[in-house]
């Protein structure tokens, strides 16, 4: 039987993607340089799907709330095309979808102005039975809240992704996985009182920690013990939209897949590096191979470890 990963967010549709020279400074006036003009499919749990479906290790079920205009978007007919079961979604009778706008400067520094259209007002479809695997993107509210109790009542493998606010300190007992980004984990770690995020990985030793560095690779925490891992390489860097979703389409696929933590954080960077390459979030993904081959190719060690 096909193996099927619940993925359940509350946000955007797609954004709208402008480069800018920079970000401003309060009352600043600053140049765009580019935009997509049309909005550009996207949201994190969408972007997540696409990611999982693209890897074919296992089939991606999307919860997620759309306004009465999403029939008219061909959204659904491009997800459901891409492999992603869309049972799950949600639709929010004489509200818009949300949408975003995206500024980011060369360097992937990014200024997001979110609205959430029916992200704001849609409840969970309860009760519903969930898969082994689940995971949570951004954002944390009462659709995103509703199936996340639902999904630790039934004992499930939960991974949320994207969130580091103090809402989320009351479910990080029963979590089996956060991947989150630096400023993330500093403001979750400020809103739990704890110095740093070594120590939150102490305070959560049965968690799986993923922090991302951007350039800099990325960290998974485990009981406090941190393993290190360099950033891989991308061909070319075009728009970091989606960077982080894709890291998490790799290691929840890959964690799914039986693969140890640590050999998924080398797949979560992969796919990554992928994205980053292509305009938007949901661009052409790679498959399971190419992130296979271009770790071999990048890091022909890892492969050699995985031998002894």
């Given at each position: 039987?096909?193996?099927?990963?619940?993925?359940?967010?509350?946000a955007?549709?797609?954004d709208?993607?402008?480069?800018?020279?920079?970000?401003?400074?309060?009352?600043?006036?600053?140049?765009?340089?580019?935009?997509?003009?049309?909005?550009?499919?996207g949201?994190?749990?969408?972007?997540?799907?696409?990611?999982?479906?693209?890897?074919?290790?296992?089939?991606?079920?999307?919860?997620?709330?759309?306004?009465?205009?999403?029939?008219?978007?061909?959204?659904?007919?491009?997800?459901q095309?891409?492999?992603?079961?869309c049972?799950g979604?949600?639709?929010?009778?004489?509200v818009?979808?949300?949408?975003?706008?995206?500024?980011m400067?060369a360097?992937?520094?990014t200024?997001?102005?979110?609205?959430?259209?029916?992200?704001?007002?849609?409840?969970?479809?309860?009760?519903?039975?969930?898969?082994?695997?689940?995971v949570l993107?951004?954002?944390?509210?009462?659709y995103?809240?509703?199936?996340?109790?639902?999904?630790?009542r039934?004992?499930?493998?939960?991974v949320?992704?994207?969130?580091?606010?103090?809402?989320l300190?009351?479910?990080?007992?029963?979590?089996?996985?956060?991947i989150?980004n630096?400023?993330?984990?500093?403001?979750?770690?400020?809103?739990l009182?704890?110095?740093?995020?070594?120590?939150?990985?102490?305070?959560?030793?049965?968690?799986?920690?993923?922090?991302?560095?951007?350039?800099?690779g990325?960290?998974?925490?485990?009981a406090?013990?941190?393993?290190?891992?360099s950033?891989?390489?991308?061909?070319?860097?075009?728009?970091?939209?989606?960077?982080?979703?894709?890291?998490?389409?790799?290691?929840?696929?890959?964690?799914?897949?039986?693969?140890?933590?640590?050999?998924a954080?080398?797949?979560?960077?992969s796919?990554?590096?992928?994205?980053?390459e292509r305009?938007?979030?949901?661009?052409?993904?790679?498959?399971?191979?190419?992130?296979?081959?271009r770790?071999?190719?990048?890091?022909p060690?890892?492969?050699?470890?995985?031998?002894?």
């Amino acid at each position: 039987m096909e193996q099927t990963i619940a993925v359940i967010g509350a946000a955007a549709i797609g954004d709208y993607l402008f480069h800018v020279e920079h970000l401003p400074d309060r009352g600043e006036i600053v140049r765009i340089t580019e935009h997509s003009g049309a909005l550009v499919p996207g949201g994190c749990a969408p972007n997540i799907a696409c990611g999982i479906a693209a890897l074919g290790r296992a089939r991606p079920r999307l919860f997620y709330p759309v306004g009465d205009d999403f029939s008219a978007t061909g959204l659904l007919e491009q997800w459901q095309a891409r492999g992603i079961d869309c049972s799950g979604l949600t639709v929010v009778p004489g509200v818009p979808s949300g949408c975003a706008w995206m500024y980011m400067q060369a360097d992937g520094t990014t200024m997001c102005f979110s609205y959430y259209g029916a992200a704001a007002s849609a409840r969970a479809a309860l009760p519903v039975e969930l898969p082994e695997w689940v995971v949570l993107a951004p954002v944390l509210g009462d659709y995103t809240a509703g199936y996340l109790t639902e999904a630790l009542r039934q004992r499930r493998k939960v991974v949320v992704t994207g969130i580091g606010k103090a809402a989320l300190g009351p479910w990080l007992p029963e979590l089996y996985g956060l991947i989150i980004n630096r400023r993330e984990a500093q403001e979750l770690c400020q809103a739990l009182d704890l110095p740093d995020r070594r120590a939150l990985s102490e305070a959560y030793p049965h968690l799986l920690l993923y922090i991302t560095d951007g350039g800099e690779g990325s960290s998974l925490y485990r009981a406090g013990a941190e393993t290190k891992f360099s950033p891989v390489q991308a061909g070319q860097l075009m728009d970091f939209t989606g960077a982080g979703d894709s890291f998490t389409a790799g290691v929840v696929s890959a964690l799914a897949a039986g693969i140890p933590p640590e050999r998924a954080a080398w797949y979560g960077a992969s796919m990554a590096s992928f994205v980053i390459e292509r305009q938007g979030g949901q661009c052409p993904m790679p498959t399971w191979e190419e992130i296979g081959a271009r770790l071999d190719c990048q890091f022909p060690q890892l492969r050699k470890e995985e031998m002894k």
